[in-house]
């Protein structure tokens, strides 16, 4: 069975840090492209920063400079270290997995609150 856990959400005051986790567990970690995706109130889901099984990264402009995205392919687990937290990064943050093995598998986490105030 895929899991896919986030955790480190939480209440941070504008120019604060969290980091955020996925431990995934029941796919094929080590060749998945993770990614942490946001939908803040009103808006649509967005890709915010990915991870492929090189390590290659790609970011969101709006977090570019401010996120990093991390993998521990020995934890399966992949994070997201978010610094100068502005109001606007307010959402719930969702860890994504995408595994090509023949075809694409796409697994989600259950999403993490993060809350930014000015």
């Known amino acids: 069975q895929v899991q896919l856990v986030e955790s480190g959400g939480g209440l941070v005051q504008a120019g604060g840090s969290l980091r955020l986790s996925c431990a995934a567990s029941?796919?094929?970690?080590?060749?998945?492209?993770m990614a942490w995706f946001r939908q803040g109130p009103g808006k649509q889901r967005e890709l915010v920063a990915s991870?492929?099984?090189?390590?290659?990264?790609n970011y969101a402009d709006s977090v570019k400079g401010r996120f990093t995205i991390s993998r521990d392919d020995a934890k399966n687990t992949v994070y997201l270290q978010m610094d100068s937290l502005k109001p606007e990064d307010t959402a719930v943050y969702y860890c994504?997995?995408?595994?090509?093995?023949?075809?694409?598998?796409?697994?989600w986490g259950q999403g993490t609150q993060v809350t930014v105030s000015s």
């Open positions: 994504n997995a995408n595994v090509k093995i023949l075809r694409v598998y796409d697994y």
């Open positions: 029941g796919i094929a970690f080590s060749i998945a492209t």
């Open positions: 991870i492929d099984s090189r390590r290659n990264t």
